[in-house]
């Protein structure tokens, strides 16, 4: 049996909204660690989007500036980057 296959680039986000995905992803991902009080729930995801600059900048780096930034104590990045891409 003849199998296509294909690779699809999203650039313009037409196929998938990822910006609206990884707002609730990060979401989930707050609350499930507790990583920041109610307060700042909104500041963080802000901020994550900001660092993270439309995907342009490697996951570890965006976590490691969130851990300081927010004083997060209890969870490193490699517990958060092994939660984003589960």
């Known amino acids: 049996m003849n199998q296509k296959k294909a690779v ?3 650039l313009d986000q037409t196929l998938l909204d990822r910006t609206t995905s990884l707002i609730k992803f990060l979401t989930w991902q707050i609350n499930f660690f ?3 009080v109610a307060n700042d729930r909104e500041q963080f995801i802000q901020r994550f989007l900001e660092l993270d600059d439309n ?3 490697w996951k570890d780096l965006v976590y490691e500036n969130l851990i300081q930034e927010f004083s997060i104590q209890y969870h ?3 517990i958060l980057l092994s939660k984003l891409y589960q």
């Open 8 to 10: 699809i680039f999203d």
């Open 34 to 36: 507790q990583l920041v």
């Open 76 to 78: 490193s990045k490699e």
């Open 55 to 57: 995907g342009k900048v």
